[in-house]
């Protein structure tokens, strides 16, 4: 009886610490965006309140945000905008992770750890280290941008800005989200069993099958896992278009700072960060269920 | 063993130096003797004395390092105890609880958490409100590598501590603690290194009367950037480079865990 009682001191002394706090710094703010997003912004900032001041003021509830939302497709082509650049980037990440995923996944036992720590020491230095960077090196006066621009002049077009650009913002989404589609391509790669690849080949399976038929379909729930984590942060990123991107680059991280930061409509914030939250849910789960469906077929 | 092809081995390298090419570059002109990040002019070390004199600057390092402190030493706290927790009861709500703040957009949590402070606690943003984020977001991390940790060990262990009569807590004391301490100072170690890099969170938290060095490198970028955001990036670089290397040998796990 004494150790039951025991047991249970002990879950409850576990559990309720972490979880008091969570719900209290994680749900509770959660939750309270998607009431503001029912609310009228405030005279000054913040939100109206709900109850009746008695003045004559805006407050309680209203559909008024999420209206606006549709009223003007602007918000729309920001969204779909922010999906082709994750989708961009996403795609790089893959075509350059693969080969770096496959090289630590082939290496020899006592090597992998070291490569995959050299794949993470870049990562573990500050983000805005690694985007300030990038402004160096497409920065207008660096030798890249130069010789780029000598040859366009040479043939008589236009010298180009490669920093404030599109192609900027990508180049900053794939250089700081790439390691996150490397370490779950090669925690995958790692598992396959060499044997299969001489199976196939002993099959008269060449290279190219080998990796088509064998290989790629075995790595999925790895290109789906790094596919999620890279897609995920780039969908809300506002720092890179921010910092690396022009005034015409926004994406919808942008688009939310501004109604909480610069043009102080929270309510209207709020129902864009809730919009974004129902995407990424329904990418999580469709990430989820890809894998699944992946498994239960191999 | 199968050979790697070429084409393959090159892709790689090119991948490799594309991640570390950018880092390289931002060292190199923090000891250059220009204000342009332009072009190799002659070696100097005035960026890192203009660094050393930046009175913001080494206010904001202090903020830095006491909020990385104090978040991080919390955050192992509650994420040792979800760690064991799940570990031990699965409660598929705390995995959720642990792991959504940290698989969401940044902006997400960065925005609640100030409507929430602003809104409901009435706070003024400040030292405290950027801590209690930081804390937030960190639990799910050291979590992650306890958990990790946990799941490599042997179960009999516990039993038999259990059938020698020990209590939860002589259990917990005497066996499960010291064994899973490397993961604990791991993920302090990540929780610290994640709270001092720490910028989206910050810039919503942070409020106009604090500033922390990230927070000092954005203004700086922003508005006029010299060589002195390289010199103090190299020395960031370095301290990390520390963190992260001391938290790889406290605990095997913790790449795969926190990676």
Known sequence: MAS?????????????????????????????????????????????????????REHGLTLENIQFFFSDFLFTEIFLRSFVVAAESTLICLVMAYPVAWLIAKSPKQHRDFLVLLVILPFASNFLIRVYAW?????????????????????????VSLLFSPFAVLVGMVYVHLPFMILPLYTNLEKHDPLLLDAAQDLGANAWQRFWRVTWPLSLPGVFAGSALVFIPVLGMFAIPDILGGTRDMLIGNLIKDQFLGVRDWPFGATLSIVLTLCVLALAGLAAWAGKARRTHA | MRRLPVWLKLAAAASFAFLYVPLVVVVAYSFNDSRLNAEWVGFTLDWYRVLFGDKEM??????????????????????????????????????????????????????????????????????????????????????????????????????????????????????????????VVAGFLMAFTLSLDDFVITFF???????????????????????????????????????????????????????
């Open chain 1, 4 to 56: 039951q009682r025991g047991e249970r001191l002990t879950r409850l002394g576990a559990t309720a610490p972490p979880t008091l706090f969570l719900l209290a710094f994680f749900l509770v703010p959660a939750l309270i965006v998607v009431l503001a997003s029912f609310q009228f912004p405030g005279e000054f900032g913040g939100l109206a309140p709900l109850a009746d001041p008695g003045d004559g």
């Open chain 1, 135 to 159: 402004m160096i090196i497409l920065g207008p006066q660096a030798a890249l941008a130069r010789t780029l621009n000598g040859v366009l002049g040479a043939f008589g077009f236009e010298p």
């Open chain 2, 205 to 259: 938290t942070a409020g106009v009367g604090v500033s922390t060095l990230p927070l000092q490198i954005y203004s700086m970028i922003k508005i006029a950037v010299t060589p002195e955001v390289n010199a103090i990036s190299t020395l960031l670089m370095l301290l990390t480079l520390l963190l992260v290397v001391a938290a790889s040998r406290m605990d095997k796990g913790f790449m795969k865990g926190g990676g």
């Open chain 2, 58 to 183: 080494q206010l904001a390092a202090r903020n830095s390092l006491a909020i990385a402190l104090v978040a991080s030493l919390c955050a192992t706290f509650f994420g040792t105890l979800a760690g064991l927790a799940i570990h031990r009861y699965h409660p598929r709500w705390l995995v959720l609880l642990v792991i959504t703040p940290v698989a969401m957009p940044e902006i997400l949590l960065g925005v609640s958490l100030l409507v929430f402070f602003i809104q409901v606690l009435h706070l003024t943003l400040g030292l405290v409100s950027v801590v209690l984020a930081h804390i937030t977001f960190s639990i799910g991390f050291v979590a992650i590598v306890v958990r990790t940790r946990l799941a490599g060990m042997d179960e009999s262990l516990f039993e038999a501590a259990r059938d020698l009569g020990a209590s939860p807590w002589q259990t917990f004391r005497l066996v499960t603690f010291p064994l899973i301490l490397p993961a």
